[in-house]
C-alpha cells in the first residue's frame, strides 16, 4: 500500500473508455497512458481502465496471446505506475498476465499505486473464449486497503454472479474497480447496477467499445452509486467518464427510498445459516440426473403453463376497507379474483400471484402512526394456517381450478403464541406450500418472528415453484438457493416502496442484432429481471402499489424470464391504477427430442435409433443438459463456488 497518497473520505474517479486494437500492443498503451494521464491531470485520484486493455481482447489460442503477455509487476505495470507516482493517483489496468513460475496465463487486474503494485486479481469466472488461453483466477476476491478506502476488483462476466462482489462486500469493499470487455447488451448493463446496489457500493465500470473478429462491444462505461443510480456513463466511442466517491455512502448499508426511514440493511438482515447450498456445485452435473438421485427429488415434468399476477393498490384497498366495514379481508380478495378470472375468460392462469399480506391488508382501514397500532393491525387481523379463511381460499381455487399464491400474517398458537409474514401455495386439494419470511424489514420486526420453514420449493403441474417475498428477492442468495433447488419459477408477494426502475436513452452503438428498445426505456434497469435472468427462473413478482396514509408501495410487479439473450425480452410488467390480469405463458418442459424414462432407463448400443427416418438416438434425457434454460440453468452450472464459503460464514 502506497504512504505517498493522502487520505481521503471523498475524492474524483475516472473511468477511461477506449477501442484496443488486437495486439498492437505498443500503440494502445500509448494511447492509454495519455489517458490516464488526463484523468489524473483533472485530479482523479482512482483511476479504471478496461479489461485486456493493452492487446485486446479476442485471442484465439496460447500461442496466439503469448507475444502480449507478461508478468506483474512487469515492463508495462512498471509504465503506469510511474504516472501513479507522479500524480498520487490509484490505477487499475486490465492485461493478459502470466505467472512465470508456471507459464500459466491469467486474466488480470493489477492495482498500481505510486509505490507500486497494491494487488492484483486474476479473473475467476471465465467468459466462452477465454479458457483457449487463460485459466480461472486463483487468487481469490482480495480487498485492498489503500488511502482511498477499502477497494476490489471484478473483471467482465465476474459481474454476472453475484457472489464475486458480495463476499469484498462482507469484507468492507467500498468500490468495486470493474474493468470490462461487455458485449452485445445496452450498457451500462444491469448486472453492474445490481450489483451496486444489493451491497451498497460504488461501482466504476471501464468498458471498450467498437468491434474486433465481429464482436460487438457496448461501451457505457460510468460510475454506479451505492444506491444503484447512474452518476456519469459514455455511450459510445474514446472517453473519460468522472465521478465522485463518498466513502459515507458506500459505509451506511440501511437501504430503501430516500425519503423514508430505512427499510433494512443489506449486510445485517441477511440470513447466512440458510444460504448453505451457495456452497455446493449443484448444477456441476446433468440436472435431470442430479435432481432424480435415489428415486428422491426428481423434477416434475413440467409444462406450457399461464402465470398471472394482480397488483393492487393500496388507496383503492383502504378505501374499499372504508365502505365495507361488513366485508372481511378475505371475502374481498375473493371478490378481486372472481372479478378479474371473470373479465378474462376463457383465458384462465395455472397460477395467480397476489400481493404480500394480503389478509389481513398492508393497511389498517384507518391511519395508523405509531408502532403499536401497526403490531396491533397484524397481530389481530392474522390467521392460523389452515382455518377457516385458508378454507375460503381453497374454495375458491377449486372453484377457478387454479393456484393461488398470496401473503398473510400467520398466527400459531402452540407453545405460545407466534406470528409469521407467510407466503401460501393454495390449490384446489388445499394448502400446498408455505413458506415463513426470513429476511424481515423494519416494519415487520415489530410484528413478526423470522420464518423457520428455510427457503422450500413444491412440485406442481406447472413445474418447481420456490415462495418468497419481494424483500427477500432483493437479497440475491435467496434465489440462488431456490434456483439450486431446481426451482423453475419463484413466486414473490411484495410490499415495496424500493427500488426504483433506472431508465437509459437510446444508445448509438450499431448492434447486429436488437438489444433494447429503440427509443428512451424506462425499465432498462430493473432489478427483478436481473435476478431472473441471473438465476435462470421465472420470477412472478405480485407487489402494491399507491400510497395510503403512511403506507407507499412502488408497483413495478411482472413475470420475468429465465433469460434476456434476445430483445423483446419474454416479460410483462403490470401497469399502474386499476388492478387487472397480467398473464404471462411459461415454458418448465424440458425441449428435447430424447426420451424421459423416470424408472426405467433406456438401454442402448452406439448407432441403435429410434422411432421414425429422423435416425433420432434412443438416449436417456437424465444423461444431458436440458434445452430449456429454466431447466439447463448454465449460469448455476458456470459459478466457481470454491470462491464462496465467506458467504455462509456466521461471523462475516
Known amino acids: 500500500m502506497s504512504t505517498s497518497i493522502p487520505s481521503f473520505n471523498q475524492y474524483r474517479v475516472a473511468a477511461i473508455q477506449y477501442e484496443p486494437t488486437l495486439g498492437e500492443k505498443e500503440k494502445n498503451v500509448t494511447a492509454l497512458l495519455r489517458l490516464v494521464e488526463e484523468a489524473a491531470q483533472h485530479d482523479a485520484r482512482l483511476i479504471v481502465l478496461p479489461e485486456m486493455a493493452t492487446t485486446g481482447y479476442c485471442w484465439e489460442s496460447r500461442s496466439e496471446v503469448a507475444p502480449y503477455v507478461e508478468p506483474i509487476p512487469g515492463p508495462t505495470t512498471e509504465r503506469f505506475q510511474q504516472v501513479a507516482a507522479r500524480y498520487g493517483s490509484i490505477i487499475a489496468l486490465g492485461l493478459p498476465e502470466v505467472d512465470p513460475t508456471t507459464d500459466v496465463y491469467y486474466n488480470s487486474l493489477a492495482l498500481l499505486g505510486p509505490e507500486g503494485v497494491i494487488g492484483t486479481y486474476r479473473k475467476i469466472h471465465s467468459y466462452i473464449a477465454e479458457p483457449r488461453w487463460a485459466r480461472d483466477g486463483d487468487l481469490g476476491m482480495p480487498v485492498w486497503e489503500t488511502p482511498l478506502g477499502r477497494l476490489t476488483g471484478l473483471i467482465c462476466q465476474d459481474a454476472e454472479f453475484f457472489e464475486s462482489a458480495r463476499v469484498p462486500a462482507l469484507h ?60 456519469a456513463y459514455l455511450d459510445d466511442g474514446e472517453g473519460i467518464v468522472y465521478g465522485e466517491v463518498d466513502l459515507s455512502r458506500s459505509r451506511a448499508k440501511k437501504w430503501g427510498p ?23 456445485n449443484t448444477y456441476l452435473w446433468e440436472p435431470l440426473r442430479y435432481h432424480s438421485l435415489y428415486e428422491l427429488g426428481e423434477l416434475p415434468p413440467g409444462q406450457l403453463s399461464c402465470v398471472a399476477i394482480i397488483q393492487t393498490n393500496l388507496q383503492e384497498w383502504g378505501a374499499q376497507a372504508l365502505q365495507n366495514s ?79 399464491v398470496l401473503g398473510v400474517a400467520e398466527r400459531v398458537k402452540e407453545p405460545i403464541p407466534t406470528y409469521y409474514n407467510t407466503i401460501l401455495l393454495i390449490d384446489p386439494e388445499g394448502v400446498y406450500g408455505t413458506y415463513r419470511k426470513l429476511h424481515l424489514t423494519a416494519k415487520d420486526r415489530l410484528w413478526a418472528s423470522a420464518g423457520n420453514l428455510d427457503l422450500p420449493t413444491f412440485d406442481t403441474p406447472s413445474g418447481r415453484i420456490g415462495l418468497a417475498t419481494g424483500y427477500d428477492v432483493l437479497f440475491p442468495e435467496t434465489l440462488r438457493v431456490l434456483a439450486s433447488k431446481g426451482a423453475d419459477m419463484v413466486c414473490a408477494p411484495a410490499l415495496l416502496n424500493f427500488p426504483d426502475p433506472i431508465g437509459l436513452p437510446p444508445t448509438r452503438i450499431p448492434f447486429h442484432r436488437p438489444v433494447a428498445p429503440e427509443d428512451f426505456d424506462p425499465t432498462h434497469y430493473l432489478i427483478w429481471r436481473v435476478r431472473a435472468a441471473e438465476n435462470n427462473v421465472y420470477l412472478a413478482l405480485a407487489n402494491w402499489d399507491g400510497d395510503w396514509h403512511n403506507t407507499h408501495a412502488n408497483g413495478n410487479s411482472g413475470i420475468f424470464s429465465p433469460a434476456c439473450l434476445t430483445y423483446p425480452w419474454s416479460e410483462v410488467i403490470a401497469d399502474e391504477g386499476e388492478p387487472i390480469l397480467t398473464m404471462m405463458t411459461i415454458d418448465t418442459r424440458e425441449q428435447r427430442t430424447g426420451r424421459r424414462s423416470s424408472t426405467h432407463p433406456l438401454n442402448y448400443a452406439p448407432g441403435d435409433v429410434a422411432g421414425s427416418l429422423t435416425g433420432e438416438l434412443a438416449y436417456d434425457i437424465r444423461d444431458s443438459i436440458p434445452g430449456n434454460v429454466a431447466r439447463g440453468k448454465p449460469m448455476l452450472r458456470k459459478r466457481v463456488p470454491y470462491w464462496y464459503l465467506d458467504l455462509v460464514r456466521k461471523d462475516l
Request: proline residues 8%.
Open 172 to 231: 468492507g469493499a467500498d468500490v468495486l474497480l470493474f474493468p470490462t470487455n461487455w458485449l452485445d447488451e445496452k450498457s451500462p448493463s444491469g448486472s453492474w447496477i445490481a450489483r451496486a446496489f444489493e451491497n451498497g457500493v460504488y461501482l466504476i465500470g471501464a468498458n471498450r467499445y467498437g468491434s474486433e473478429r465481429g464482436i460487438q462491444f457496448s461501451g457505457g462505461s460510468c460510475i454506479v452509486n451505492p444506491d444503484g443510480s447512474i452518476q
Open 258 to 280: 430516500p425519503d423514508e426511514e430505512p427499510w433494512g440493511d443489506r449486510l445485517v438482515d441477511r440470513r447466512p445459516s440458510e444460504y448453505v447450498m451457495l456452497a455446493h
Open 326 to 404: 361488513s366485508l372481511n379481508a378475505t371475502q374481498t380478495v375473493r371478490s378481486i379474483v372472481q372479478t378479474l378470472i371473470t373479465d378474462h375468460d376463457p383465458a384462465r392462469p395455472d397460477v395467480l400471484v397476489l400481493p404480500e399480506l394480503l389478509l389481513p391488508g398492508p393497511v389498517s382501514p384507518s391511519a395508523y402512526e405509531n408502532d403499536g397500532a401497526i403490531i396491533a393491525h397484524f397481530q389481530n387481523g392474522a390467521i392460523e394456517v389452515p382455518g377457516a379463511e385458508t378454507d375460503s381460499l381453497v374454495e375458491l381455487a377449486k372453484e377457478l381450478q387454479i393456484s393461488l
